[in-house]
């Protein structure tokens, strides 16, 4: 049993490089990347609603009154995270923009956990930790390092990419401390998607009222292959299935295997130019960058 919650652990993570390479179909689709992440997300609370209901876990949201406000804000990485995801795959390729979610994941859980934000306990900066954190940092660099000088990319790219990684784990911490209050996992999921939808709905509405984006365009749904509609399930199997690790496995074991799952997914897409991709070569470098980034997180989640 335990090896199978183990193997379930890594192909969750690879859930994460799937989401963002359907997505970049579905942004397609629509015609813009804010319609398509507002598509996807909505598309996510419909799936864990009816399975909140199947399971009759919707009678938990009735606790959502009693909660602090912010436990209600972990949803807002969401939207950044999703959008980030299309802005990023196309322009720096899977294992790059994988790369970089990862360090901004390890590197904020290493601040969450040092100064005890969010209501986490404190845990101190042990030696694990860091080597694991430099070699963290010296694995996205030679995975951002494209094979030719002009493979590489700006230095704002970079930046949203480890910013839209660090709100994963203050998105697990402020989530956390929300499921404590309602138990349900899957009645939590569905309250994180449902403001993470309405976010996004709002930053569309605002942006196309100052003719910032392109209105979305739904008729090109149709021509969609069917695969472009896998973000949305992929997210809400990704909330839900780490809910349900965590218990079961714990939180470092869980975090450390869905990066190294999320990690070998982005570098097999870009290998073999999956979900429409264009091909980008796994160098010696870049191989070694990503067994670093590999070996250097499990250093942070596990020492």
């Known amino acids: 049993m335990t090896a199978t919650l183990l193997l379930a652990a890594v192909l969750i993570g690879g859930l994460l490089a799937v989401q963002a390479s359907a997505n970049l179909q579905l942004t397609a689709a629509v015609g813009t990347p804010y319609g398509g992440a507002t598509v996807q997300l909505w598309f996510a609370v419909v799936l864990l609603a009816v399975l909140a209901a199947a399971t009759g876990s919707l009678g938990a949201l009735a606790s959502i009154t009693t909660v602090p406000g912010w436990y209600l804000l972990g949803g807002l990485a969401s939207p950044l995270y999703i959008t980030s995801a299309i802005l990023l795959f196309p322009r720096l390729g899977a294992l790059a923009a994988g790369g970089l979610f990862v360090t901004g994941q390890v590197l904020a859980s290493i601040l969450i956990d040092l100064f005890g934000l969010f209501g986490t306990p404190v845990r101190p900066l042990g030696l694990g930790v860091v080597i694991g954190a430099v070699a963290v940092l010296a694995g996205i660099t030679a995975v951002v390092r494209g094979p030719r000088r002009q493979e590489r990319s700006a230095p704002g790219w970079l930046v949203l990419g480890v910013l839209a990684g660090a709100a994963l784990p203050v998105q697990g911490a402020v989530n956390a401390r929300l499921r404590a209050a309602m138990v349900e996992p899957l009645a939590v999921a569905l309250v994180s998607f449902v403001v993470a939808a309405m976010t996004i709905t709002v930053v569309l509405a605002v942006l196309l009222l100052t003719r910032r984006t392109p209105r979305p365009q739904l008729t090109g ?36 295997l869905t990066v190294t799952g999320q990690q070998l997914a982005a570098a097999a897409v870009d290998a073999r130019g999956w979900f429409r991709l264009p091909r980008r070569a796994i160098t010696t470098p870049r191989l070694a960058g990503l067994a670093l980034l590999v070996t250097g997180s499990v250093l942070v989640q596990l020492s």
């Open 221 to 256: 749904v149709r021509a969609m292959p069917w695969w472009g509609w896998l973000g949305g399930a992929c997210a809400a199997a990704y909330v839900t299935g780490t809910f349900l690790l965590i218990p079961a496995i714990g939180a470092a074991v869980t975090v450390a």
